[in-house]
């Protein structure tokens, strides 16, 4: 096959973007351009790579382990270039990061330090729920992903760099906010707000009522952290958060920290990346930037 780099590095950019045009955009050239480029990958391969359904493009399976190839390539060659800056002695590059959404709360303070040290960077920021960011990971899509809860079944380079207590809030007019050490069975004829299913909020608050035996009658499932706090502060239930979603406060909209038996719940946040991944000098600065910011800010106890 004679396919060259920067065909890969477009058709990788067909495969993020679902759009010849997008990826077009993305690669700096002409529209009639990308679409000879692919055309003339797709010759090369032999195969289809890529179908449209009605107007929605979808990679065949040739075409998923050709943009898995891709990526694994342009991420190689990246590491190269930030090698060669740094010997040059210059800071550069693209710094690609994915967030759970709770993280939100923080992240972006850190990265916006980061960014200052380091003003010629370039940076992705995905903010996602849980899922999504393990599918990240999984696809080998960043440098660098934060989450509370990383998944088992993956070989991970994993480093715990700040505590997320999870907390039970209730409106400030709820009875239980003048309340001290509230018993866990006395919650039992009360309705409770959750995060989704799958969120490591979610599955921490599960664990922990689960070891109790606790049988928590859930009114709504909500994805969002601000959807949640709004709900509890209209009276609908009682909510179980990260405290960084109040942002190191007991209180906050209409909203605070219960004082019950079992809480806050002890829980943490997590650096990691594919234990075989090697990471650019650019990546392991910031890593090293998110362990040191840490150690010399509280951000919450």
């Not at 929605?56 to 943009?67: E, I, R, S, V, Y």
């Not at 009682?238 to 209409?254: D, F, I, P, V």
């Amino acid at each position: 096959m004679n396919i060259t780099f920067r065909q890969l590095r477009l058709f990788l950019a067909l495969a993020e973007t679902g759009s010849v045009s997008a990826a077009a955009k993305a690669m700096h050239v002409t529209q009639p351009t990308a679409s000879m480029q692919l055309k003339e990958v797709t010759q090369s391969v032999g195969a289809p790579l890529y179908e449209f359904v009605g107007k929605k493009l979808h990679l065949t399976d040739l075409g998923q382990d050709l943009a898995a190839t891709a990526r694994s390539l342009a991420q190689t060659w990246d590491v190269f270039e930030q090698n060669v800056d740094a010997v040059k002695g210059l800071t550069r590059g693209k710094l690609r990061v994915a967030v759970v959404s709770t993280a939100k709360y923080f992240m972006p303070r850190l990265l916006g330090r980061f960014c200052k040290r380091h003003p010629s960077i370039d940076v992705s920021l995905e903010i996602l729920n849980r899922d999504g960011v393990v599918q990240r990971l999984r696809d080998n899509m960043d440098d660098i992903y934060i989450m509370s809860m990383p998944p088992r079944d993956l070989d991970l380079a994993d480093e715990i760099f700040l505590p997320n207590p999870i907390v039970l809030i209730g409106s400030t007019s709820d009875p239980l906010a003048k309340r001290v050490d509230v018993p866990l069975a006395e919650l039992s004829e009360r309705r409770f707000i959750f995060r989704e299913k799958g969120s490591g909020t979610r599955m921490t608050g599960d664990q922990f009522f689960s070891r109790h035996k606790f049988r928590p009658d859930v009114r709504l499932e909500l994805g969002s952290n601000e959807a949640l706090k709004e709900s509890v502060a209209g009276g609908l239930g009682l909510g179980l958060l990260s405290r960084h979603a109040l942002h190191g406060q007991t209180k906050e909209h209409g909203v605070c920290v219960l004082d019950v038996a079992g809480f806050p719940l002890t829980s943490s946040w997590h650096i990691v990346h594919p234990a075989s991944k090697n990471l650019s000098p650019l990546a392991l600065a910031f890593k090293r930037h998110l362990l040191a910011e840490v150690q010399r800010r509280k951000l919450i106890n």
